[in-house]
């Protein structure tokens, strides 16, 4: 079961630079959201989707883009990289975020931006 | 703003001891508060409570939540070596669901 896919795991970047994070997931989840993870922050919500073609701001989405053209992909784009998105960056799904709270998350991909 | 906070940020406690770490949240359009647990990589769901006063239980954790005065509590009793990890609280409110800072639970064996 490939569940929820994040890639790439490792990423270094140039400050300017532009990169896409790609997340997939194949458990027919309406629900995706992108968090990011820094030193002692828990988790910080980046942009959150409730279904194909519907997206919407979390906490911190500055910097950041997102789209949803299918149920099964929920990219997340830097347009132009900066040292303060240097991160570990987590995707996550669900099938109904709201009745069962249950988030299915990928395994991180870890940003570096110099 | 909608907030999360828990407390403490890190605990060490010895094998066997009974720990209960604390979140509040400020959050309008309540929905659900939910627990995580996150060892090396990727969080793993623990609970979601939505009614003030049913405990939730699973084995030696358990959890409850307090709507009037707007905080859940997560306790682990008989606490082992395995349970060392950080443990996240969330609110969700309208399908965002926003964390705090996690508790870094440390247990010494």
């Known amino acids: 079961n490939a569940g929820v896919t994040q890639t790439p795991k490792f990423q270094v970047l140039k400050t300017g630079q532009s990169m896409t994070l790609q997340c997939a997931q194949d458990?027919?989840?309406?629900?995706m959201s992108w968090y990011r993870q820094d030193p002692g922050m828990g988790l910080r919500l980046i942009h959150y989707?409730?279904?194909?073609?519907?997206?919407d701001q979390g906490e911190v989405p500055n910097g950041y883009n997102v789209s949803r053209s299918t149920t099964e992909d929920f990219p997340l784009r830097l347009l132009s990289a900066a040292p303060s998105q240097t991160s570990v960056y987590f995707c996550?799904?669900?099938?109904?975020?709201?009745?069962?709270?249950?988030?299915?998350f990928g395994e991180g991909s870890r940003l570096t931006v110099l | 703003e909608d907030k999360v906070v828990q407390s403490p940020l890190s605990l060490v406690v010895h094998e066997g001891d009974t720990v209960t770490l604390n979140c509040s949240y400020e959050?309008?359009?309540?929905?659900?508060l939910l627990w995580y647990k996150q060892e090396k990589k990727a969080p793993t769901f623990l609970f979601m409570l939505t009614s003030s006063g049913i405990e939730k239980k699973s084995g030696r954790l358990s959890s409850i939540l307090d709507k009037k005065e707007l905080f859940s509590i997560l306790n682990i009793t008989a606490t082992q070596t395995g349970d060392s990890a950080v443990y996240l609280c969330?609110?969700?409110?309208?399908?965002?669901?926003?964390f705090g800072k996690g508790t870094r639970l440390h247990i010494l064996p």
């Open positions: 959050v309008t359009n309540f929905r659900s």
């Open positions: 969330a609110s969700n409110r309208d399908d965002k669901i926003i």
């Open positions: 989707s409730v279904g194909a073609g519907i997206t």
């Open positions: 996550a799904s669900s099938y109904l975020a709201g009745v069962t709270g249950e988030l299915f």
């Open positions: 458990m027919n989840h309406e629900y």
